[in-house]
């Protein structure tokens, strides 16, 4: 049962240091999603990828953080120079749909990468 | 703050009895997705409902969509200490390229 897989599961930075969170989405998907879970706080959109192409980058801060999904590999999330701030757990989830040609919307989430700034 | 609206936030009951959490918003909802997390893991998807007025069950659960497609509702049946976990709903707006909107989510306990 190959679902979407994120790693590292833990991942702890310095601040200052620049952390990459990977995510391979289910076999057959072509879209994903990253969602930033704050300690108390829900689950927050952060930006919506196709291979190759960002579509929806509304929910990502405008500085430091960045996402790709190339045409091979994994898709990646960056963030520069982390901040205390920046601690919280990092979920993607990926589709088999483009959003817009069907209102029966299915995502599937990973394990999570959950980051620690000290 | 929540575009949707859970309630409770946390409940607390014992096996054998049931339970409700609702989600309700202001906004309408092209479609509703109920998941259910456990600590230190994902959200694993329940169910996704679309049309206003759905009805949808599985096993005990039973998941409904208001005629408005404003708001939801999880009933559990009998519940069981394998209920026990995190309940979050989330709806996708139209035009929004499918991007979830969760809420808060509600802490469900089931003790023996």
């Known amino acids: 049962n190959a679902g979407v897989m994120q790693n590292p599961r833990h991942l702890v930075r310095r601040r200052g240091q620049e952390a990459r969170l990977r995510c391979s989405p289910m076999?057959?998907?072509?879209?994903v999603y990253w969602y930033r879970q704050l300690p108390e706080e829900g689950l927050k959109f952060m930006v919506y990828l196709q291979k190759e192409n960002s579509i929806d980058e509304s929910g990502m801060p405008k500085e430091r953080f960045s996402a790709e999904f190339p045409k091979e590999g994994p898709s990646i999330l960056r963030i520069q120079q982390v901040v205390r701030g920046d601690s919280a757990a990092y979920f993607c989830a990926s589709s088999t749909l483009p959003a817009r040609l069907t209102t029966s919307y299915e995502q599937y989430f990973g394990p999570g990468t959950r980051l620690t700034v000290t | 703050t929540q575009l949707l609206e859970q309630s409770p936030q946390f409940l607390s009951i014992q096996e054998g009895e049931n339970l409700t959490v609702y989600c309700n918003s202001s906004?309408?909802?092209?479609?509703l997705q109920w998941y259910r997390q456990e600590p230190g893991e994902g959200p694993v998807l329940l169910v996704t409902?679309?049309?206003?007025?759905e009805v949808k069950k599985l096993k005990r659960l039973t998941f409904q969509f208001g005629d408005a497609r404003k708001d939801s509702s999880l009933h559990i049946t009998a519940a069981q200490p394998g209920d026990t976990g995190l309940y979050l709903c989330?709806?996708?707006?139209?035009?929004?390229?499918?991007?979830?909107?969760f809420g808060a989510g509600t802490q469900v306990v089931v003790t023996p």
């Open positions: 076999k057959g998907h072509s879209h």
């Open positions: 409902v679309v049309t206003g007025g």
């Open positions: 906004s309408v909802f092209s479609s």
């Open positions: 989330a709806g996708v707006l139209n035009d929004s390229w499918g991007k979830l909107q």
